[in-house]
Every structure is written in structure tokens, then in C-alpha cells.
């Protein structure tokens, strides 16, 4: 089966950059996709085919992905940032993937 | 507005049934791939289920093979999921969500419902 491994937590002061991190093996060759989830709310999708922003997503959600890790980075990182982030994958044989979510404080 | 309403969750004793339904709105609901995700409570997004926009391709999780079943009647714009023979583990908020109906097989979910809770206990 296929894993994706992200922290648990990250912590960011506000203004700075927040970088969440999904580890999976080859992930550099599947597109990853991201959603962010406050609490109590549904999950929002972030960004998707590793890079790409949905509509009214503002700038300063970014992605990467290379190797066996993809990146989401928020940068200038506001109060209302502060959720869950999972990130997601499709697998030939799993299918739909989530990694176990990473809390993201602002302090 | 692109909507996405969840319904029919509630208390079921372990083993017992429930029907889940989700009503799409707002989009052509016919021309969209489907998926149920769930999440246990304090726990991460699960994968349920996923039915393509015809109902002809359908796959489960392990988890629920053979015990859940996903449906749709593009006619009234809904989407079903008939769980059978609960499990405390099945405990969870139930969503549906849409995947991106602009691209053929997207493998992402860009929009989702609000949930409904399913609660598995005696």
C-alpha cells in the first residue's frame, strides 16, 4: 500500500513561512494535491496537480514536489491559516491517498 | 452556488444498516465523478468509496469492501452510500465530494459537503 508520511505539527509565527512537508515513495512522480481543514469545518482543497491554485486561493499557498517529498509553503502566514493540511494522491492500486494531516499553529 | 448536502446519518447499534444520501446542486451533477471520504473522530481523512459519472466504474477501501455500497440516480442529482453491517470503527463524519469535472479523471476533490456524522454503538 501506498504511505504518505507528513509532521504531525508545524509552528509559524505569523508573517513568516510555513512549510508542510508529505513524504511518499517516488511521490515526484504522482501529483500531489492539498486541502486544508478547520476545525469543525469540511476540507477545502488548497492546491492540486502539485502546484496549481483553485480559484480565490490566495497567492501565498505554494507547492512543490520532487523526489519522495512534496512541499506546501505558506508564505506570509496569517492568524486564519491556522487548520489541519492533508495531502493527497491517486494510487493505481489505493486509489485516493491522504497522509495522516499536519497541524499548523500560528503563534 | 456549487452545493454539496449531506444527509441521513445518525445512532445504529453494531451491525446494523444505514443509507447515507448526498444532493448535488448548482452544477451538472451527471457529468461528475463522486466520492464519499470520512474521518473518525480526531482522526484524518479516509477514503471511502468513489463512483464514476455514469456509475459505471466504482471502487471501495479495503475497509468497507464488501459491506458498503455506493450509488447515484443522476436524475435527482444524488448519490448514495448504503453501509451494512456497521462496525464501531465505521464511527465517523461521513462526507461527499465532487471530483474536478473539468479534467478527465482528476484524482482530486475540489468540492466537498458538509459532513454528516454516523455514530456505530450499542
Known amino acids: 500500500s501506498y504511505v504518505l508520511t507528513q509532521p504531525p505539527s508545524v509552528s509559524v509565527a505569523p508573517g513568516q513561512t510555513a512549510r508542510i512537508t508529505c513524504g511518499g515513495n517516488?511521490?515526484?512522480?504522482?501529483?500531489v494535491h492539498w486541502y486544508q481543514q478547520k476545525p469543525g469545518q469540511a476540507p477545502v482543497l488548497v492546491v492540486y496537480?502539485?502546484?496549481d491554485r483553485p480559484s480565490g486561493i490566495p497567492e501565498r499557498f505554494s507547492g512543490s514536489n520532487s523526489g519522495n517529498t512534496a512541499t506546501l509553503t505558506i508564505s506570509r502566514v496569517e492568524a486564519g491559516d491556522e487548520a489541519d493540511y492533508y495531502c493527497?494522491?491517486?494510487?493505481?492500486?489505493?486509489?485516493?491517498?491522504f497522509g495522516g494531516g499536519t497541524k499548523l499553529t500560528v503563534l | 452556488e456549487v452545493q454539496l448536502v449531506e444527509s441521513g446519518g445518525g445512532l445504529v447499534q453494531p451491525g446494523g444498516s444505514l443509507r447515507l444520501s448526498c444532493a448535488g446542486s448548482?452544477?451538472?451533477?451527471?457529468?461528475?465523478?463522486m466520492n464519499w471520504v470520512r474521518q473518525a473522530p480526531g482522526k484524518g481523512l479516509e477514503w471511502v468509496s468513489y463512483?464514476?459519472?455514469?456509475?459505471?466504474?466504482?471502487y471501495y477501501a479495503d475497509s468497507v469492501k464488501g459491506r458498503f455500497t455506493i450509488s447515484r440516480d443522476n436524475a435527482k442529482n444524488s448519490l448514495y452510500l448504503q453501509m451494512n453491517s456497521l462496525r464501531a470503527e465505521d464511527t465517523a463524519v461521513y462526507y461527499c465530494?465532487?471530483?474536478?469535472?473539468?479534467?478527465?479523471?482528476?484524482?482530486?476533490?475540489?468540492?466537498w459537503g458538509k459532513g454528516t456524522t454516523v455514530t456505530v454503538s450499542s
Open positions: 465530494a465532487r471530483e474536478d469535472p473539468t479534467v478527465t479523471t482528476s484524482g482530486y476533490m475540489d468540492v
Open positions: 448548482g452544477f451538472t451533477f451527471s457529468s461528475c465523478e
Open positions: 463512483i464514476s459519472s455514469s456509475g459505471s466504474s466504482i
Open positions: 517516488n511521490i515526484g512522480s504522482k501529483s
Open positions: 496537480d502539485d502546484s
Open positions: 493527497q494522491v491517486w494510487d493505481t492500486s489505493d486509489h485516493w491517498v
